[in-house]
């Protein structure tokens, strides 16, 4: 069963600090990879798609980093703004039924 | 593109009431459908699968008979909650897929239950 951890649950920094949050997995056998954010009592708005092939995605402020032999990725957010304060969600795509699994979410608050 | 449509967006009922929540594909055609629970401060939690004609597929421990489960068209899925209880306060996500099972999922805006 896949299993997906992130650490840690809540993090809180000045505006102008860069992000790191981690998440990591059980089983490698992954499709793919995907970030989310997720604004209070909203749904999962798409922030970067990581497949099993690639080390690497970037968009603009966001880099994510994928390691899958060691299952784990990274979110780098740069240079952080009031705007990023959300939940981050990680999930992975299993290989075998294409079905996400989630972890729990890192929650970030950027302080004015 | 691929827009998911999710409504209502806030369910308040007393308990003992059945709830429809509908889920959208507005911009494409969605050959799978997912739903999803979430608890304050959890994952997001896989309920059942569902593709467009045939039979919902529900994950371990979800009771199919509480949840209902309706995918007649390529662009709506419905959830109904039948007999809503306190402990079915959650909030319901929906996710659309369309093509191949490698394509990725688009979210709906979720739904917060809530029965008194």
């Given at each position: 069963k896949q299993e997906v951890t992130q650490i840690p649950a809540a993090l809180s920094v000045p505006e102008g600090e860069n992000l790191v949050l981690n998440c990591s997995f059980?089983?490698?056998?992954?499709?793919n990879l995907q970030w989310f954010r997720q604004d209070p009592g909203k749904g999962l708005t798409s922030l970067l798609l990581i497949q099993s092939s690639q080390r690497e995605q970037t968009s603009g402020r966001l880099n994510a980093s994928l390691d899958k032999s060691s299952g784990r990725s990274t979110l780098y957010i740069a240079a952080?703004?009031?705007?990023?304060s959300a939940t981050y969600l990680c999930a992975v795509t299993r290989s075998n039924d294409y079905k996400l699994s989630f972890g729990a979410g890192t929650t970030v608050t950027v302080r004015a | 593109g691929a827009v998911v449509s999710q409504h209502p967006s806030r369910v308040i009922c007393k308990s003992g009431t059945s709830v429809k929540i509908e889920c959208r594909s507005l911009d494409f055609q969605a050959t799978t459908m997912f739903w999803y629970r979430q608890f304050p401060k959890q994952s997001l939690m896989l309920m059942a699968t569902s593709n467009e004609g045939s039979k919902a597929t529900y994950e371990q421990g979800v009771e199919k008979d509480k949840f209902l489960i309706n995918h007649?068209?390529?662009?709506l899925s419905t959830l109904t909650v039948t007999s809503?209880?306190?402990?079915?306060?959650s909030f319901y996500i929906c996710s659309a897929r369309g093509g191949a099972h490698n394509q990725p999922q688009h979210f709906g805006d979720g739904t917060r239950l809530s029965i008194l």
């Open positions: 059980t089983d490698s056998a992954i499709y952080s703004q009031p705007g990023d | 007649a068209s390529l662009t809503a209880h306190p402990e079915d306060s």
